[in-house]
């Protein structure tokens, strides 16, 4: 299984509202990381898990929580987002500590709008 | 922090045609990779490159890793409808120059149109 799966692929909430975008990998990767990308944009990186512990959070308003069950599993809470949160967020996984650990394989990502 | 220009910004070719964009660096970097994105999509790993000078293929794309560890290039020959997206490149600079095992510097992305 060389795949990264999302879920929702779409979601629209509104500002008051409290939802979970999920992941999850099954290649044995240990790197787990949420993406946040803007229209015709690079994705900009929110938080990196790294054997299930938050290794990087690159300065993500609280409103964004990120959960790492287990080593195939990652969650980012979302609650009283505003607006200009409405993205594309994407996770993503590597196999750091292995020969090409920086190879991070994409999910198709969750399409988020915020009323 | 690390920066890459990459460039064109976008290309509009007719389908058979071969197409080159490239990624530049004021920094070195020890790994280049290339992906692409289809709208809507995540991006998705076309080539990776881990050694100055080294050139992959896959398929018809192939991309190397400029020897002076700042460029690389990707090309794609015999281009098809189906290569249509949006390609980006992404390096990971030197531990100690602000890098990590983790944090990848994203070029702006071309946008390539393929006309039938």
């Known amino acids: 299984d060389t795949e990264v799966t999302q879920t929702p692929k779409h979601l629209v909430m509104g500002m008051t509202n409290k939802k979970s975008l999920k992941c999850e990998q099954h290649m044995g990767h240990r790197a787990m990381y949420w993406y946040k990308q803007k229209a015709k944009k690079p994705p900009e990186l929110m938080f990196v898990?790294?054997?299930?512990?938050?290794?990087i959070n690159e300065s993500v308003p609280s409103r964004f929580s990120p959960e790492c069950p287990n080593s195939s599993l990652l969650n980012l809470h979302l609650h009283a987002l505003q607006p200009e949160d409405s993205a594309l967020y994407l996770c993503?996984?590597?196999?750091?500590?292995?020969?090409?650990?920086?190879?991070?394989?994409f999910g198709p990502g969750t399409r988020l709008t915020v009323l | 922090g690390q920066q890459l220009n990459q460039s064109p910004q976008s290309m509009f070719i007719q389908e058979g045609e071969d197409v080159s964009m490239n990624c530049t660096s004021s920094s070195i970097f020890n790994t280049w990779l290339w992906y692409k994105q289809d709208p809507g999509e995540g991006p998705v790993l076309l080539i990776a490159?881990?050694?100055?000078?080294e050139l992959t293929s896959n398929g018809r794309l192939t991309a190397q890793f400029g020897i002076t560890r700042k460029d690389s290039f990707l090309n794609i020959s015999a281009s098809i409808p189906s290569d249509v997206g949006i390609y980006f490149c992404a390096g990971q600079p030197p531990p100690g120059s602000g890098g990590s095992n983790y944090k990848l510097t994203f070029g702006k992305g071309t946008l390539l149109t393929v006309n039938p």
């Open positions: 898990y790294s054997y299930e512990k938050l290794s």
């Open positions: 993503a996984s590597s196999a750091p500590g292995q020969g090409r650990y920086n190879e991070q394989f």
């Open positions: 490159l881990y050694k100055a000078g």
